[in-house]
């Protein structure tokens, strides 16, 4: 895919504007219609664009795509790489890391789901989404060998299947909740999904205080 410019000249400011426009108006498409649904002529007119202008900057609607998905890679690797502030400790980590996958996912969930559809049949935007997957993951995995360096994380087990499971537990919880409608207490799917976690790689974890009228889900039993 060459995202073309077809002339040797750097783009121009207007150029730049024309091309960002497309690619937002290809996810807008796409979101709504899915990818297989989805036509140039939808695009250049939610862009405002003429459809011959479309070939000026992209080849086909596969090049698109993939541009409004490597946008969709972009967010998703900021908020994993988006560390806690130093000092906190192990347990607050891992909750900072599930409120930041989560977030994330849920406002890119509409693009998530047609990357999720169109992947099993496209093996550039297969890997592509195991790209954007292996970003939280890769985080794990980095975040609990330096807990077992420090002593606090389980010696014995497997990292890189443990950061691939503990991984797909929180990817598959925000699919429920931002595709599927599942409804639960934001609060309480991160506080779980951090016991889950921490107890999963072996670290001491204890609740942290809650108020009367909070349920069970808070005690850590």
Known sequence: MSGRVTTGRPPTERGRRKRGALVQAAREVF????????????????????????YTYFDSKEEIFHEVAKGVAGEMFDAARSAAPPGTEPIDRIRHATGRFLDAY??????????????????????????????????????????????????????????????????HTARMLYLYGEEHDPEVVVETATRLWARGIGLDYEAPPRSPEEGGVRDGK
Not at 37 to 45: P, S
């Open 106 to 171: 849920r406002d890119n969930a509409r693009i998530m789901q047609v990357i999720e559809q169109i992947s099993p049949r496209h093996p550039l935007f297969r890997s592509l989404f195991l790209e954007i997957r292996g970003l939280f993951v890769e985080r794990i995995v980095a975040g609990t060998r330096r807990l077992q360096e420090e002593g606090a994380a389980s010696s014995d087990i497997d990292v890189a299947a443990t950061a691939s499971m503990l991984g797909g537990m929180v990817e």
């Open 31 to 54: 979101e709504e219609r899915g990818f297989e649904d989805t036509r140039i002529a939808g695009i250049t007119g939610r862009a405002g664009v003429a459809y011959g202008s479309f």
